[in-house]
């Protein structure tokens, strides 16, 4: 049976030269190093696919923890596409896979215009398909080898009669589909076209520009303008291909987009002027944003031409080779109404402050300076609130406390807006801040309203948030009262006191209030893990547990008394126990505890905004779109022809006895892909040339 010629997984072959470059060239050219390349890239791609690509280092320490986010780091997994590892694979590929087309389509192309004219008749027994038909004279094997002739053109085959004097050889010999090889050099060019366009468009040609225009990353922080940026930092409008973003807030104008890099960023000149006439949003009932678009005035720097268009997701805007894209939106400079509560200290005077995102407030005390900064805002907030098991035992809860996280990030069962919120930062003297993240409405958790403001001492770090219960105006003053009160020596005396007097007997109430002044001093120099401290500093071990569950409720009775007091010093009556009052007195102590390691001497929150809306868009410039797209097409032709366009050869013989005379004529066919139809065309030839 003939053998269709297939092409070898060997590589390059060099008779000449040292011992390790022919070593090296035969394993570049071979197929088995580029399937090998091949493969190492699909998993990568796929790793790229589903791991989030640029996103905040926070994200992925959320995501993976700290010792895995620092291993996927190391290997680049987070910027997989422009990995240098990645680079170095693709480029291996690329060389690979045009050794191996240097290496196999000459000699592709020479098999498809052969002729297999030299298949002699022993090898008929070893086709898959093949006839023998009987014929009794020379006219009817004539006959015959006409009507396949006949057929065989119909049906697109190319015929070639070879004149010969062996009789075993064919008298005819047909094919069709021989260039299904293309198939195999379409697919492997595809290959070598989309790499060559992946390098085209990955950061290599910007790197290659910003070392040969002498260019160096910087770090944007801190720079108020463009212009404080130094040449060196910044792309001229040549750059050969970037992925770069722009934010533009509502009503302003830029031409200057930022290229981000590892360890800084560069300023691109962009060679357009963008206006972000108005940005549109639309949400679904949960909050979550379905629709947005971006409506833009483009003015062209070199002829100055104006376009208006609307930029929305995946319909960018392509002006002069460059893609604009809508990737997000972000606050564009709101103004924020804030208000500022004091933490600690016998006082509660406020203090009403108006600021701008992006902008920055002293504010003087008489032990320190700090300043305010704030540094984001957004309207609309989509959580994922759940009802959560209750504090079963609030005092061993909050013993060693930390701040508890803003919402059950593990169930996606109730997913709602929870409202605006915004950040801001607290900067000493010294240049050290922490930042927080504060919700402007009370969020229901466990039940109850609360108040969520995070905290974390640096970008790389989760928020822990302080719950700060609500009262039923949905305010801070409730809160803020009992905080005054419980910083004032002489007002936790009193309560003590009114509490000794309501609970126990006339004899024993200076001993029970001198309990409840301890545990409340306790409590306001070093919150419940200080009066833990106090129990294991005071209570022998064996009765520690018993004595625990005696002070938490003196102290909650106490801290009731305290918050009653302050009421009536406000002029306000006193409320009666009830389940509401006494989860809030619950959950203002814990609120109070958590406060002391809150670290920072206000609390900072939002009364009102005007909102400014901006648009981040994407701006890329892809050279090699244009060269991937052609893969892509050589690809799907390749394919296509791999699988739809089959090979098919047929040999016609006819058998001579010994006496020279013409016995039968013999048909057989083979194809490089067995199909039904292929069946069936064989039967169709065989019945056509028998005699009638």
């Known amino acids: 049976?003939?053998?269709?010629?297939?092409?070898?997984?060997?590589?390059?072959?060099?008779?000449?030269?040292?011992?390790?470059?022919?070593?090296?060239?035969?394993?570049?050219?071979?197929?088995?190093?580029?399937?090998?390349?091949?493969?190492?890239?699909?998993?990568?791609?796929?790793?790229?696919?589903?791991?989030?690509?640029?996103?905040?280092?926070?994200?992925?320490?959320?995501?993976?923890?700290?010792?895995?986010?620092?291993?996927?780091?190391?290997?680049?997994?987070?910027?997989?596409?422009?990995?240098?590892?990645?680079?170095?694979?693709?480029?291996?590929?690329?060389?690979?896979?045009?050794?191996?087309?240097?290496?196999n389509t000459p000699k592709m192309l020479r098999e498809a215009r052969a002729w297999p004219l030299h298949v002699r008749d022993r090898a008929f027994v070893a086709f898959r398909h093949r006839h023998e038909n009987a014929v009794t004279n020379e006219s009817q094997a004539v006959l015959s080898v006409q009507q396949a002739t006949d057929w065989l053109k119909s049906h697109g085959y190319a015929i070639k009669n070879p004149v010969s004097n062996d009789a075993s050889?064919?008298?005819?010999?047909?094919?069709?589909?021989?260039?299904?090889?293309?198939?195999?050099?379409?697919?492997?060019?595809?290959?070598?076209?989309?790499?060559?366009?992946?390098?085209?468009?990955?950061e290599i040609p910007t790197r290659a520009a910003a070392w040969w225009w002498e260019k160096a990353p910087i770090n944007l922080a801190g720079l108020n303008s463009a212009e404080e940026v130094p040449a060196s930092a910044k792309m001229p409008q040549a750059t050969p291909t970037y992925r770069a973003n722009l934010l533009i807030p509502e009503g302003q104008t830029s031409d200057m987009a930022v290229i981000n890099r590892p360890g800084g960023a560069f300023l691109l000149d962009l060679p357009f002027e963008l206006t972000l006439k108005a940005f549109r949003v639309d949400?679904?009932?949960?909050?979550?944003?379905?629709?947005?678009?971006?409506?833009?005035?483009?003015?062209?720097?070199?002829?100055?031409?104006?376009?208006?268009?609307?930029?929305?997701?995946?319909?960018?805007?392509?002006?002069?080779?460059?893609?604009?894209y809508q990737s997000s939106f972000d606050d564009g400079g709101s103004k924020l109404k804030l208000v500022a509560h004091p933490l600690s200290g016998p006082v509660r005077q406020l203090l009403p402050i108006e600021l701008a995102v992006g902008q920055s407030l002293p504010l003087r005390s008489q032990d320190q300076t700090l300043a305010l900064e704030v540094s984001g805002f957004k309207a609309i907030n989509v959580e994922n609130i759940s009802d959560q098991e209750p504090i079963e035992d609030p005092f061993k809860k909050h013993a060693a406390t930390v701040l508890s996280p803003a919402v059950n990030v593990t169930t996606t069962a109730n997913q709602r807006n929870v409202g605006p919120s915004f950040n801001y930062?607290?900067?000493?003297?010294?240049?050290?801040?922490?930042?927080?993240?504060?919700?402007?409405l009370p969020i229901d958790l466990d039940g109850a309203p609360v108040f969520l403001v995070g905290v974390r001492n640096s970008p790389d770090e989760t928020f822990r948030y302080l719950r700060i219960p609500?009262?039923?105006?949905?305010?801070?003053?409730?809160?803020?009262?009992?905080?005054?009160?419980?910083?004032?020596?002489?007002?936790?005396?009193?309560?003590?006191?009114?509490?000794?007097?309501?609970?126990?007997?006339?004899?024993l109430a200076p001993a029970l209030a001198s309990s409840a002044k301890r545990s409340l001093d306790a409590v306001a120099e070093g919150g419940l893990e200080g009066l833990a401290d106090l129990l294991e500093q005071t209570v022998p071990e064996a009765e520690r547990d018993r004595a625990s569950d005696v002070v938490v409720r003196m102290l909650t009775s106490a801290f009731w008394e305290l918050w009653q007091l302050a009421r009536v010093d406000a002029g306000l009556p006193r409320l009666e126990q009830n389940d509401t009052t006494l989860n809030f007195t619950q959950r203002a102590l814990n609120a109070y505890s958590d406060s002391q390691i809150f670290g920072a001497p206000i609390l900072v929150m939002?009364?009102?905004?005007?909102?400014?809306?901006?648009?981040?868009?994407?701006?890329?410039?892809?050279?090699?779109?244009?060269?991937?797209?052609?893969?892509?097409?050589?690809?799907?032709?390749?394919?296509?022809?791999?699988?739809?366009?089959?090979?098919?050869?047929?040999?016609?013989?006819?058998?001579?006895?010994?006496?020279?005379?013409?016995?039968?004529?013999?048909?057989?066919?083979s194809s490089t892909r067995h199909s039904l139809d292929f069946d069936r065309e064989f039967q169709e030839l065989s019945t056509h040339i028998k005699p009638h």
């Open 425 to 440: 930062k607290l900067r000493d003297t010294a240049g050290q801040a922490r930042e927080f993240h504060s919700y402007m």
């Open 606 to 669: 939002l009364d009102g905004f005007d909102q400014v809306q901006a648009s981040v868009f994407q701006v890329t410039r892809s050279p090699g779109k244009t060269t991937v797209y052609l893969g892509c097409l050589l690809l799907t032709l390749g394919i296509f022809a791999m699988l739809y366009i089959p090979e098919r050869r047929v040999w016609v013989w006819r058998r001579v006895n010994g006496e020279g005379q013409v016995e039968s004529v013999r048909v057989a066919a």
């Open 283 to 324: 949400y679904y009932s949960t909050g979550m944003p379905k629709l947005f678009a971006s409506d833009v005035v483009l003015k062209d720097k070199t002829d100055g031409t104006l376009r208006e268009a609307t930029i929305e997701v995946n319909k960018p805007l392509i002006h002069r080779g460059v893609a604009i």
């Open 1 to 103: 049976m003939q053998d269709f010629d297939k092409p070898s997984t060997g590589g390059i072959e060099l008779r000449h030269g040292s011992a390790w470059v022919r070593e090296a060239i035969e394993l570049l050219s071979s197929m088995r190093f580029a399937i090998s390349a091949l493969s190492v890239l699909c998993i990568a791609s796929a790793i790229g696919t589903i791991v989030p690509q640029a996103s905040p280092d926070i994200n992925y320490v959320n995501q993976f923890g700290a010792f895995w986010a620092e291993v996927f780091a190391a290997f680049d997994v987070f910027r997989v596409y422009n990995a240098p590892w990645f680079l170095v694979f693709m480029a291996l590929m690329l060389i690979s896979t045009t050794l191996c087309l240097i290496r």
């Open 169 to 202: 050889l064919p008298v005819l010999v047909a094919k069709k589909g021989a260039y299904n090889r293309l198939g195999y050099i379409f697919a492997h060019l595809a290959i070598v076209v989309i790499s060559l366009g992946g390098l085209l468009d990955s």
């Open 470 to 507: 609500a009262d039923e105006d949905g305010s801070l003053n409730e809160y803020m009262r009992l905080r005054v009160a419980m910083a004032n020596p002489e007002v936790r005396q009193r309560a003590a006191e009114i509490f000794a007097q309501r609970s126990a007997p006339e004899n």
